[in-house]
């Protein structure tokens, strides 16, 4: 099934989301049929534990950024409700929902922006989400979604980096902050430490014992897709042994309550008229910052380099994004949206790979993904029962969730353009891959272009950590158009070749003399 489809403008009101439903719904009974088999079940393990981490550490960090306003039990709540409703009725299931850093930033500041102006956060919160919500709805019933078409690899390589690097710098930040606080003695912060280098060397190591000579075919892609999960109980095994030693352990709810004192319902009329209709402004930014964040991600898993069969539905996700974030803004729960880590790890942990030869260098290729809804739909009915198992819960080490965030966070950078470009700046010419981008393109173009990269990047960190984090959406968007504008100054054939889905194709756009190495 083609992307492209998907993102084609129908000129219709309804007409993407009704093509949308059209193109899924013949594949509805092989997307539970498809998830029968081991390798679905030892992704959902290791999903469910990745989306157990999430909640606790994004909770955790609403409930810093609003003083408790919201937190990890509001989390828990709409991870495990708004992932069920997703994994049954969106367009591209292999996408997991979740809490991410931009929207907890948000939220922060909104919560700040309350308090400045002298207006309780939680009905202004719910109004801002349901403006926000009624955004996602009118774009899901517009096409808008078919603006994706215009987006590509330069802005989704940027933003899985950034996704990346937040993952591995929060993981990284945690371990040093158990060193550093008076609260911890040092063999508390030793035995964090290695849990969690611990939990993400066995977890990348049995990751890569498929392509291993060792043990039969069979056991090795057992290790390969329990990796994680296996990581997680030995690292916590591990932790039990040493009950003497203090650790960080997470900060679950004793009951399932709201995190402050009050109803789970809002009252939407405790402030004045004029802040309703003033929440429509910062709506407009949160309802751009979750179109965004949604449809790149989106983009991102349906990417050609998966080899996806059964398409996408980016507009059917956006609305079922949409109604969770009207819905879970009655009830102040947290927004949430296709988390990229999380996603991207799905859809590798269900790919099926193959070691080739290439010039002397061996490439783990795709060749097909085990595309499901039953893993999504079972993470997430685990993390509903996980609301009745919160004592099983505290058990799990955060050192133990840290090392899972670094395992994410550096998986995800697998396979990414951007960063293996970064790779080459440390790399000797001499042993440079040969690849479609060393023979095609100039040194000084693939510098430039990634220095470019890397300046949006640390442009975009600067922005989301500052007080004008708000405008972090504005400025992901703006990405596009600056692409565009830089394609003046680079050679054409070598900019196509870099922005490409398929680099393979801009190649045979290429002088003869040109290709002849290919």
Partial sequence: MSQDLALKPTGRIFGGLVGDLKRKAPFYLSDFRDGLSSKVAGTTLFLYFAVLANAIAFGALTGVLTDGQIGISEMFVVTAVGGVVYALF????????????????????????????????LPVYAWVGIWAGLILLICAVTDASCLMRFFTRFTDEIFVVLISVIFISEALKDVHETFASPEFPLDSALLTLILSLGTFMIARGLRRAVNTPFLTRRFREFLSDFGPSLSIVLMTMLALSFPEVKLEMPMVPPELAPTAERSWLVDLFSVPTWAIAASVLPGIMAGILLFLDQNI????????????KKGGGYHLDIAVVGLLVVVGSLFALPWIVAATVHSINHVKSLSETEIVEAEGERLELIIGVRENRLSNLVIHVL??????????????????????????????????????????????PRLYPDNHFTRFVSRRTLNVFTAIQLLCLVALWVLKSSKLGILFPLMLAGLVPFR??????????EFALLVAEDPGEVVKRFPPERRLAD
């Avoid at 991600?297 to 996806?308: A, E, F, G, I």
């Avoid at 565009?484 to 054939?493: A, H």
């Fill in 90 to 121: 969106s367009g591209q299931p292999l996408t997991i929902l979740g809490g991410t850093g931009p929207i907890t930033i948000f939220t922060g500041i909104l919560y700040a922006a309350c308090l400045q102006w002298d207006l309780p956060f």
């Fill in 297 to 308: 991600t989106t983009r991102l898993v349906n990417s050609k380099d998966y080899m996806l």
């Fill in 383 to 428: 993390m509903g029962a996980s609301l009745f198992l919160l004592d099983m819960i505290r058990v799990i080490p955060m050192a133990v969730l840290y090392g899972l965030f670094l395992y994410m966070g550096i998986t995800s950078l697998t396979g990414n353009r951007f960063y293996e470009r970064l790779m080459l700046w440390i790399t000797d």
């Fill in 484 to 493: 565009m504008f830089l394609r003046r100054f680079f050679p054409g054939p």
